[in-house]
């Protein structure tokens, strides 16, 4: 059972940086893709970042030039570096892997629907104040 476990997550102010980590545990390859999406309170849970089996990366455009995501294989970790954040930055941060194939833009655009992503970390808080 793969296991995802986020964190990095805190409270910054706006303009500040943050780095999130996951941490994956369990039945792993450095070809999965993975990812990194965010939610606001009940709301719809939406994609950040992915990568996929290609190395590929795709972006929000709300993000792209603020935000990279990255992985290290060897730790079996993926990265959300977050620069210049803003308030509507703030949400819950979930790290999940795809052992479908999906390519990064795929994953980053349906990876949150019911058949999407294979494997959910359960979170990490991210809180930016004005």
């Known amino acids: 059972q793969v296991q995802l476990v986020e964190s990095g997550g805190g409270s910054v102010l706006s303009g500040g940086s943050l780095k999130l980590s996951c941490a994956a545990s369990?039945?792993?390859?450095?070809?999965?893709?993975m990812g990194w999406f965010r939610q606001i309170g009940g709301g719809v849970r939406g994609g950040v970042a992915a990568?996929?089996?290609?190395?590929?990366?795709a972006y929000a455009e709300s993000v792209k030039g603020r935000f990279t995501i990255s992985k290290d294989n060897a730790k079996n970790t993926l990265y959300l570096q977050m620069n210049n954040l803003k308030p509507e930055d703030s949400a819950m941060y979930y790290c999940?892997?795809?052992?479908?194939?999906?390519?990064?833009?795929?994953?980053?655009?349906?990876?949150?629907?019911?058949?999407?992503?294979?494997?959910w970390g359960k979170g990490t808080l991210v809180t930016i104040s004005s």
């Open positions: 999940a892997a795809d052992y479908s194939g999906m390519t990064a833009i795929q994953a980053l655009t349906y990876g949150a629907y019911e058949y999407g992503m294979t494997y």
């Open positions: 369990g039945y792993t390859s450095s070809r999965d893709g």
């Open positions: 990568t996929d089996s290609d190395g590929r990366t």
